[in-house]
Structures are given as structure tokens and as C-alpha cells.
């Protein structure tokens, strides 16, 4: 079955290291997607992709980084500069003109 | 800029009523109008979509939404609640061609026996 994998689906980071979160799609779309979910806040765009090697910045990209070097894979970095980085992490994907479809997330913690 | 405001943060029914979980959206431009499902500890699920055409879409479960342009509003219904409806709904915009969507804050239908 075609769909998106996010990896870990719980994750712990201790103050002032990187961690990096999986986001994996089977589906051919161009373009990718990373959200951040927070309680009673709705989800935030963090960065976004159309096409491999090219990514933009989302409204809340302070303390995050991506790449895009293959079409199925869009790798989230969570660096020590997020000073809040406690939330759930949503990936999606989408092709042209077609809702975005969404991975199952994960949810970092800060020990 | 878009804006999507979901006035109720959380909504209580009994199982078997109906419910209106409300949306309304601010936009310069024409747009494409999206409900999703988040159930506990998981992503979102697409229940419908408003791309053009009717403006009453209808969704997956049982569930509908009518686009109103001089309201700018795209409310979601359901005639008969079920206890597995109990879930966060986002209701989100877009404007047409391009794929950033903007999201409303949720709201969370709870419904008991």
C-alpha cells in the first residue's frame, strides 16, 4: 500500500543536540511537507518542498532544517537553536491540485 | 494573507444528534476548502474537499460541508453523530494552484452515550 512513514513515532532529545525525523513517501508525489502540532495551536507549516533540491521556508522555520535530495525522502532536523522544540511532527505529501496526505507523526519530548 | 477560524474549540454531543462544527475562512482570492480527522496520536485523514462546482461536498463517515462564498464560510455536518466520530477536525484553505494550506486551531467533537 501506497502511503507516507514517519520515523521514530516517539522521540527524546536532551538540551543542545539535533535530532532528525524521518518522513518517507510511496506515493510519487513532488511535493513534501513538515508541520508542527501543538495543543490548541492548529498545525504550523515549517518547511516545504516541490520538487527535489528545492525547499522553502514555512511560517515557524527558526531552529529547523530539511533537505530534499531524493523524491521519496524529506528528512526534519530539530537543531539546539529550537528553543521550544517539545510537539508533534506531521509530514505530508501532495501532488499538484490534490489534498495533502499525512504520515502518523512524531512526537518529541525533551528530557 | 488567508486566515481559517474555527470559533469552537470543542463541541459535546449526545450519540445520534446532529452537529455543525463551524468554519470560516478569509481570502483575496479564490480558494480550495478542506476538512481533515485527526483521531488520538495520529495524522490527519481527508473527510472533503470543496475544489469547484456543488458547494454542498459530500465526505467519507457520513459527514458534509457546504461552501457559502458571501459567508465565506465551509461549515461541517453530520445528521447522526456515531461515539467513534470522537476526534480533533481541522478545517484548512488553500489557494487555488498553489499547496500551502493553512490551518484553523481545531475543534475537538465529543460525543457520549
Known amino acids: 500500500d501506497g502511503g507516507i512513514t514517519q520515523s521514530p513515532k516517539y522521540l527524546f532529545r536532551k538540551e543542545g543536540q539535533n535530532v532528525t525525523l524521518s518522513c518517507e513517501q510511496n506515493?510519487?508525489?513532488?511535493?513534501m511537507y513538515w508541520y508542527r502540532q501543538d495543543p490548541g495551536q492548529g498545525l504550523r507549516l515549517i518547511y516545504y518542498s516541490q520538487i527535489v533540491n528545492d525547499f522553502q521556508k514555512g511560517d515557524i522555520a527558526e531552529g529547523y532544517s530539511v533537505s530534499r535530495e531524493k523524491k521519496e525522502s524529506f528528512p526534519l532536523t530539530v537543531t539546539s537553536a529550537q528553543k521550544n522544540p517539545t510537539a508533534f511532527y506531521l509530514c505530508?505529501?501532495?501532488?499538484?491540485?490534490?489534498?495533502?496526505?499525512f504520515g502518523d507523526g512524531t512526537r518529541l519530548s525533551i528530557l | 494573507a488567508q486566515s481559517v477560524t474555527q470559533l469552537d474549540s470543542q463541541v459535546p454531543v449526545f450519540e445520534e444528534a446532529p452537529v455543525e462544527l463551524r468554519c470560516n475562512y478569509s481570502?483575496?482570492?479564490?480558494?480550495?476548502l478542506f476538512w481533515y480527522v485527526q483521531y488520538p496520536n495520529q495524522g490527519l485523514q481527508l473527510l472533503l474537499k470543496y475544489l469547484s462546482g456543488s458547494t454542498l461536498v459530500k465526505g467519507i463517515n457520513g459527514f458534509e460541508a457546504e461552501f457559502n462564498k458571501s459567508q465565506t464560510s465551509f461549515h461541517l455536518r453530520k445528521p447522526s453523530v456515531h461515539i467513534s466520530d470522537t476526534a480533533e477536525y481541522f478545517c484548512?484553505?488553500?489557494?487555488?494552484?498553489?499547496?500551502?494550506?493553512?490551518f484553523g486551531t481545531g475543534t475537538r467533537l465529543l460525543v457520549s452515550p
Open positions: 506515493l510519487n508525489h513532488d511535493a
Open positions: 505530508a505529501s501532495s501532488i499538484s491540485n490534490q489534498p495533502q496526505h
Open positions: 484548512a484553505v488553500t489557494e487555488r494552484g498553489f499547496q500551502k494550506l493553512v
Open positions: 481570502s483575496s482570492v479564490s480558494v480550495y
